[in-house]
């Protein structure tokens, strides 16, 4: 009889390791913030703020739980790279919705407009799929599912060959429609995925809650997966262990665990950087990306959230110094140089200067229209430089 026993708990360990995992995890807790554990890509988060609100967490996970508040810039952006077309794909994340249910909680976008929404209204969650040319091939509306103040587990999946929309709540299945929209229609795998807010509709509302293991599949999973989807949404099913730094601040009155200094994991998986030569704001806000911009510069990350900038001079610049610039590249546009003094620690002023023509060469010229420089003295500004301003922080 025992060894009866053994021979079914050997089956149902082998089962469970057959059981397809999430290709992407966002665990979204005060242990990790943005980052992605199974590949260790990053989410993009609003450009103006490294500061979160972190909330009790879904009880079985090993961490507090990132809240939006639904407020403007309260969201999380997830890139897609879009290497191929999506087939069978689903989503999956506890929410606890801060009072009654409303607003977007799940927009993805490609270039030509809407590929996937989910949100509520009136009580009812809308679920759409579009594909690249803007035309519906899918949706689905389940009433009085998300419950107030309490943690929902919510899988959708849509199936490739027949279209089919499946929606789990809590690992039950409660909705799974074959409607009369095309089938086989692959969906862009090119876009940005935006948690709690819509990106393109500004009358929608924005959604509140906590949100915690926001999962993407290529797959449609099976009961059994979905039920099993939670185990990956702890440490020790993770490739990928952040390490992560959290400075405890009062922000307006709000206590936020503000990101002090990252430490990029030594297991990157297939995430590659972009390689900033020419500076954008994603070069910034991407962990990934800023740390190759730290350690391209040999530059350390400041613990600033904010900062004031005095405009010291116009149509002049201080004169070039060994001793007191902290760095010299090639921006998207002045906003770039004053983000990266913000973020660059000992940068006490910046200048911002109008490439000339031919200044900057290779594909990513055209890209580049401002000369940064960022000095960790406030200096004297006693170079002309047409078009040029030099700013102070204070």
């Not at 989910?118 to 389940?142: K, N, P, Q």
């Not at 089938?183 to 509302?205: A, C, E, H, V, Y």
């Not at 006490?348 to 594909?363: C, N, Y």
């Amino acid at each position: 009889m025992l060894a009866r026993a053994l021979l079914c708990v050997a089956f149902l360990a082998q089962l469970t390791d057959c059981l397809r995992p999430p290709k992407y995890v966002w665990p979204l807790g005060n242990t990790t913030v943005h980052r992605e554990v199974m590949s260790g890509r990053d989410a993009h988060l609003p450009a103006n703020d490294q500061c979160f609100v972190f909330s009790d967490g879904y009880p079985d996970f090993p961490y507090r739980a990132l809240t939006l508040t639904g407020e403007d810039g309260s969201f999380v952006d997830f890139y897609m790279r879009g290497k191929s077309d999506l087939n069978d794909l689903a989503v999956s994340m506890w929410v606890f919705p801060i009072g009654e249910p409303e607003g977007t909680i799940i927009n993805y976008m490609c270039e030509t407009g809407n590929v996937i929404k989910i949100a509520v209204l009136e009580s009812l969650l809308f679920v759409s799929f579009w594909d690249e040319y803007g035309v519906s091939v899918g949706a689905t509306a389940v009433p009085e599912l998300l419950v107030a103040d309490a943690w929902n587990h919510l899988v959708i999946s849509r199936e490739y060959e027949s279209g089919r929309i499946k929606v789990f709540h809590n690992g039950g299945l409660v909705d799974d429609i074959d409607d009369d929209f095309p089938n086989k229609i692959p969906l862009p795998g090119k876009g940005s995925m935006r948690l709690g807010s819509s990106q393109k509709d500004k009358g929608d509302t924005r959604f509140k809650g906590r949100f915690a293991c926001f999962q993407f599949y290529m797959t449609t999973p099976t009961e059994a997966e979905v039920k099993a989807s939670k185990d990956f949404c702890k440490p020790d099913k993770w490739k990928i262990i952040p390490e992560i730094t959290l400075e405890t601040r009062t922000i307006d009155g709000v206590e936020k665990g503000c990101v002090t200094d990252y430490v990029e994991p030594s297991e990157m998986g297939n995430a590659e950087p972009k390689e900033c030569e020419v500076m954008d704001m994603a070069c910034l806000v991407s962990g990934l990306n800023w740390n190759w911009v730290l350690r391209k510069n040999n530059w350390k990350a400041s613990s600033r959230d904010t900062a004031y900038f005095h405009r010291i001079a116009k149509d002049q610049i201080p004169t070039a110094s060994d001793n007191s610039i902290l760095g010299d590249f090639f921006a998207t546009d002045k906003k770039v140089c004053t983000r990266a003094c913000l973020r660059v620690k000992g940068c006490r002023a910046f200048s911002a200067t109008p490439l000339q023509p031919g200044e900057v060469e290779g594909e990513s010229a055209a890209n580049a229209t401002t000369r940064c420089a960022l000095y960790k003295k406030i200096l004297e500004a006693t170079q002309d430089k047409p078009g040029a301003v030099y700013f102070s922080l204070r």
